[in-house]
């Protein structure tokens, strides 16, 4: 028997027609998109359809608005949420290319906070995995992860500066990130952070401190990052994946 697939929302069908022009670059960044009557009138929809359709991209950073004026194509931000996937799964969903520069990647012993986020013993050691995250050869964060040793025996063989972290955490050793908390604040780049990432001391970036865990809540990483402000758009709290 041929399985029926129902059809997917009017305003996400929309949603994803202007997204696929985005991505395409057929419409480019501050073009402005067409009205909510526009909209409607060209899918045959009512004006709350299409309005919800420009109100989802504006939400996921694809579109910004203009008092008066309407909506417009956003510059390419991307869009961190912490836990749900892994840097390269959004860089990725930008149509962008990912990379990463591992800058120092061993087994320590970790201070008395990491081992509490961890929810490690006194004697127990981690990984300390220091990157730095690139979309299109252009650096836009600094991550510095630490990560369980006996979740994770012969990690340091792998070369994390071709892949993702949680690809390998997920294929080689059955820990799939299920959630995640997350504390997000601004601050200005120190001089490491502007040389690293390009930009000039001062400038806005945002630091994100975050602990992930499994299904049954084993600590997988607690995770500390520094964004490009002029790149992220960051949302914070507890995710679930389903």
Same mark, same amino acid.
């Given at each position: ?43 045959? /929809? ?5 309005k ?73 050691r ?13 650096? /836009?964060? /600094? ?12 990690l ?48 806005p ?25 002029d ?12």
């Amino acid at each position: 028997m041929a399985i029926t697939r129902p059809q997917l929302p009017r305003y996400y069908q929309i949603e994803q027609a202007i997204l696929e022009q985005i991505q395409k670059k057929r419409i480019k960044p501050g073009a402005q998109l067409p009205s909510e009557a526009e909209l409607a009138q060209q899918y045959q /929809v009512s004006r709350i359809t299409a309005k919800r359709a420009l109100d989802d991209l504006v939400h996921q950073g694809w579109a910004f608005r203009q008092q008066g004026r309407g909506t417009f194509v956003a510059q390419a931000r991307i869009r961190e949420i912490s836990g749900f996937r892994s840097f390269s799964e959004d860089i990725q969903a930008r149509g962008l290319i990912p990379s990463s520069r591992v800058l120092f990647f061993k087994e320590v012993e970790p201070d008395t906070t990491t081992l509490e986020k961890l929810h490690l013993l006194e004697n127990e050691r981690a990984y300390m995995l220091k990157r730095l995250r690139l979309a299109d050869d252009d650096p /836009v964060a /600094v991550e510095v992860a630490y990560i369980p040793c006996k979740l994770c025996p012969d990690l340091l063989s792998e070369d994390l500066s071709a892949g993702s972290l949680f690809s390998v955490l997920k294929t080689k050793y059955g820990l799939v990130p299920t959630w995640a908390d997350a504390e997000i604040e601004a601050a200005e780049a120190t001089k490491e952070e502007a040389k690293l990432l390009g930009i000039k001391v001062g400038k806005p970036v945002l630091i994100a401190r975050r602990v992930t865990f499994s299904a049954n809540y084993d600590v997988i990483e607690s995770v500390h990052s520094i964004y490009r402000g002029d790149r992220f758009t960051l949302y914070t709290g507890r995710q679930h994946i389903d």
